[in-house]
């Protein structure tokens, strides 16, 4: 009689993808209380049209007027739902990227995930129209702050 165990199975490799869970309307991809990144080492990049660098963590983030609550409202008040897709009953999260200006203005708007149709466009135009923010800061100076900002479309 053999003493094979039926219960071994062999090894084998595969490929796994491990989904993550954005928040609506969190502050950003990097958001400054979830990532323990030290300020020196926060990425930076240097835009060629300007010598200011855009940075992507900094001590004090970007702030729209009012908090988290009123950028919420904002949203809700000026967005748009496309009629052909509220006809499909199509919906989705379109991922939003821009700079918030020294000054407080909205530049460098663009779709980082979109789902296509009218819903990007919507996203981006609402965007673009916010009003002036509470700029970043670093070591006490405004600087130019790369901000993420994840838009649900649901019926």
Same mark, same amino acid.
């Given at each position: 009689?053999?003493?094979?165990?039926?219960n071994?199975? =062999?090894? +084998?490799?595969? $490929?796994?993808?491990?989904? !993550?869970?954005a928040?609506?309307?969190?502050t950003? !991809?990097?958001?400054?209380?979830?990532?323990a990144?030290?300020?020196e080492?926060?990425? !930076? $990049?240097?835009?060629?049209?300007?010598e200011? =660098?855009?940075?992507?963590? *900094?001590? *004090? &983030?970007p702030?729209?007027?009012?908090?988290?609550?009123?950028? &919420?409202?904002?949203?809700?008040?000026?967005?748009?739902?496309?009629?052909?897709?509220?006809?499909?009953? +199509?919906q989705?999260t *379109?991922?939003?990227?821009f700079?918030?200006?020294m000054?407080g203005?909205?530049?460098? *708007? $663009?779709?980082? $995930?979109?789902?296509?149709?009218?819903?990007?466009?919507e996203?981006?135009?609402v965007?673009r129209?916010?009003?002036?923010?509470? =700029?970043?800061?670093?070591?006490g100076?405004? +600087?130019? !702050?790369?901000?993420?900002? =994840?838009?649900?479309?649901?019926?």
């Amino acid at each position: 009689m053999s003493t094979n165990n039926t219960n071994q199975f =062999p090894s +084998v490799r595969y $490929r796994s993808t491990w989904p !993550v869970l954005a928040i609506l309307l969190s502050t950003n !991809v990097f958001a400054q209380d979830d990532v323990a990144v030290p300020v020196e080492q926060a990425p !930076v $990049r240097i835009d060629a049209q300007q010598e200011e =660098p855009i940075y992507d963590i *900094v001590e *004090v &983030m970007p702030e729209f007027p009012g908090g988290k609550e009123a950028l &919420m409202t904002y949203l809700t008040k000026n967005l748009k739902f496309p009629d052909q897709a509220r006809e499909q009953g +199509v919906q989705g999260t *379109v991922y939003i990227t821009f700079i918030v200006e020294m000054d407080g203005r909205i530049s460098g *708007v $663009r779709v980082l $995930r979109g789902i296509g149709g009218a819903f990007d466009e919507e996203a981006m135009r609402v965007v673009r129209e916010m009003p002036i923010w509470k =700029p970043g800061t670093q070591r006490g100076k405004s +600087v130019r !702050v790369r901000y993420n900002l =994840p838009i649900r479309f649901t019926l």
